[in-house]
């Protein structure tokens, strides 16, 4: 079992930064990879970015604007995510693959982006 944490949502001006973070805790030496998914109303999940050694996934709307890593000695992923726009707007679900190939996530942290 891995019980993941996230934090650092919030509501932000167009433009503006948040830095989320995910404290992973359990049986964290089976992680493979960790990242980060996110869900506006009405839409479905997606990928934002994920990271696994040596490898990192961006999803193309955020490519140059959020930088994710992970500190593997704590077992936390993080997301920094620079000129938000509107449609940044979406809950941010922190997860953690295993190397068996199941996924655990995290309970969410919402973070909107208006003026």
């Known amino acids: 079992q891995v019980q993941l944490v996230e934090s650092g949502g919030d509501l932000v001006q167009p433009g503006g930064s948040l830095r989320l973070s995910c404290a992973a805790s359990?049986?964290?030496?089976?992680?493979?990879?960790m990242g980060w998914h996110r869900q506006a109303p009405g839409k479905q999940r997606e990928l934002v970015a994920v990271i696994s050694d040596g490898s990192i996934t961006y999803q193309e709307s955020v490519k140059g604007r959020f930088t994710i890593s992970r500190d593997g000695a704590k077992n936390t992923v993080s997301l920094q995510m620079n000129s938000l726009k509107p449609e940044d707007t979406a809950v941010y679900y922190c997860?953690?693959?295993?190397?068996?190939?199941?996924?655990?996530w995290g309970q969410g942290t919402q973070v909107t982006v208006s003026s």
């Open positions: 997860y953690a693959q295993m190397r068996a190939g199941y996924s655990y």
């Open positions: 359990g049986s964290t030496v089976s992680i493979y990879r």
